[in-house]
C-alpha cells in the first residue's frame, strides 16, 4: 500500500460532505507538462473525478504516440489523488476504465474517510512551490539520504529511479546533446516551440520568458531553447553546474498504462524534492527521440526509460499561468463519475 496515505482497495461509503472536490481538482491542474500544454480535462461526479486526456493539446512533434502527454495527464492524477487524501480522505484509482472512451485516462473515487499523515499533509503543501527550474543550481552535492528519498518516492508508485555515476551522467549529458541537436535540426520541432512560447495577453499556458533561463555557459547542459525566434546570442548565458546531479525515472513497460504510471511516479518524485527544498529539472530531449531513448533502456528487463531529472540546490523557480477551471472542467454526466 502506497501512503499518500493509503489509496483504498475498494470504494467505501463516506460522509454527506465529503471532500471539496473542485479544490482538489484545481490543485491537479497545477501538475507539469510538456511545455505547460496541459493537456488534462476533468468531470466531478457525485463520488469522484473522472480525468481525461485532452488530445487537441498534444504535441505531434515531440510526442507523436502521445507518451509525455499521458505522462503529463498522470501527474494530474497523483496531484488529484493527493489532494482528496490531503483532504481528510481515502481514494481508489481505476485507469482506462471505459474501453470505448480511450481518452477517460482515470477514475479516481472518493473513498472513507481518513486523516492524512504527516508525509501527505507535506506533499499538498509542496504543489503550489514545485516549479520546473531551467537556471543554474549550486555546486553542493545532493545528500545521499535525499538521493534514497526521491528513489522510494518512485518505489511507491511503482518506477525506478536510478542516479547516474560519473560515467553514465556524462553519457546521459552527452546523449541529451545529441537529441538536442537532432531537434533543432527540425522545422516543424521549431515551429511547435514557437506554438508553445510566443506571447500572448492573457495567454494561460505555454512556458513564459520568466520561466526560460539562461543558455549553459558550460555548454554542459542542454536546457531547452524556448528562445529559438531570437538569435541565439540574444539569450543570456551562465555557467551552470559541471557536475549536476542526474536521475532516470523508469517503469517495467511501455504502454499507455506505463506512461500513466510513470506520470504518477514523476509528480511525486518532482513533490517530494520539492518538499527536501531541492530544485528539479525535467531533460525530456533524450526520450523523445526513439534511437536515443532506447539507449537508456534495460532491454534485459524492460525497464523503460520514461524521464531524465536533473536535481540539485537552485534560486526560486517562477511560476507557470494555469488555465481556469471554466477551460479544464467538463459538465456533470450526470453523477456517473465513481460508478
Known amino acids: 500500500m502506497n501512503d499518500i496515505g493509503t489509496q483504498a482497495t475498494e470504494r467505501t461509503q463516506h460522509d454527506s460532505t465529503g471532500p471539496d472536490l ?17 493537456p488534462w480535462r476533468f468531470r466531478i461526479g457525485a463520488h469522484g473525478v473522472d480525468v481525461h486526456a485532452d488530445p487537441r493539446r498534444q504535441l505531434d512533434v515531440l510526442d507523436p504516440a502521445g507518451r509525455e502527454l499521458l505522462i503529463s495527464v498522470g501527474a494530474a492524477v497523483f496531484t488529484l489523488r493527493l489532494a482528496i487524501r490531503g483532504a481528510g480522505y481515502l481514494s481508489h484509482t481505476t485507469l482506462f476504465p471505459d474501453d470505448t472512451d480511450p481518452d ?3 477514475r479516481v473515487s472518493v473513498g472513507q474517510p481518513m486523516a492524512p499523515t504527516p508525509a501527505a499533509e507535506a506533499l499538498v503543501a509542496a504543489i503550489p ?59 516543424r520541432y521549431r515551429a ?10 492573457g495567454r494561460r499556458d505555454g512556458v513564459p520568458s520568466t520561466a526560460i533561463g539562461p543558455w549553459d ?9 524556448f528562445g529559438l525566434l531570437q538569435p541565439h546570442r540574444d539569450r543570456a548565458a551562465a555557467p551552470f ?7 532516470v525515472l523508469a517503469v517495467d513497460g511501455d504502454t499507455r498504462r506505463h506512461w500513466v504510471h510513470a506520470g504518477q511516479a514523476l509528480q511525486r518524485v518532482l513533490l517530494t524534492a520539492t ?24 532491454s534485459r528487463t524492460g525497464s523503460w526509460a520514461q524521464m531524465v531529472l536533473r536535481v540539485g540546490y537552485g534560486r526560486p523557480a ?22
Open 22 to 38: 473542485t479544490a482538489c481538482v484545481r490543485a491537479a491542474t497545477a501538475a507539469p507538462s510538456l511545455h505547460n500544454s496541459q
Open 104 to 106: 477517460l485516462v482515470a
Open 129 to 187: 512551490h514545485r516549479h520546473t527550474n531551467r537556471w543554474p543550481f549550486a555546486r553542493s552535492v545532493v545528500p545521499a539520504d535525499a538521493v534514497e528519498r526521491l528513489a522510494d518516492a518512485a518505489r511507491r508508485e511503482g518506477a525506478t529511479l536510478t542516479v547516474a555515476n560519473a560515467v553514465s551522467r556524462n553519457a546521459i549529458l552527452s546523449l541529451s546533446q545529441e537529441a538536442d541537436r537532432a531537434l533543432r535540426a527540425q522545422g
Open 192 to 201: 511547435e516551440l514557437a506554438r508553445w512560447t510566443s506571447p500572448q495577453r
Open 217 to 225: 555557459a558550460l555548454e554542459i547542459l542542454p536546457i531547452r531553447d
Open 241 to 247: 553546474e559541471p557536475y549536476p546531479t542526474i536521475m
Open 275 to 298: 518538499w527536501l527544498n531541492l530544485a528539479t529539472t525535467p531533460i525530456s530531449q533524450p526520450v523523445e527521440i526513439p534511437a536515443i531513448r532506447r539507449l537508456l533502456t534495460d
Open 318 to 339: 517562477a511560476a507557470t499561468p494555469r488555465r481556469p477551471l471554466t477551460e479544464v472542467l467538463l459538465p456533470d454526466d450526470g453523477g456517473a463519475t465513481g460508478r
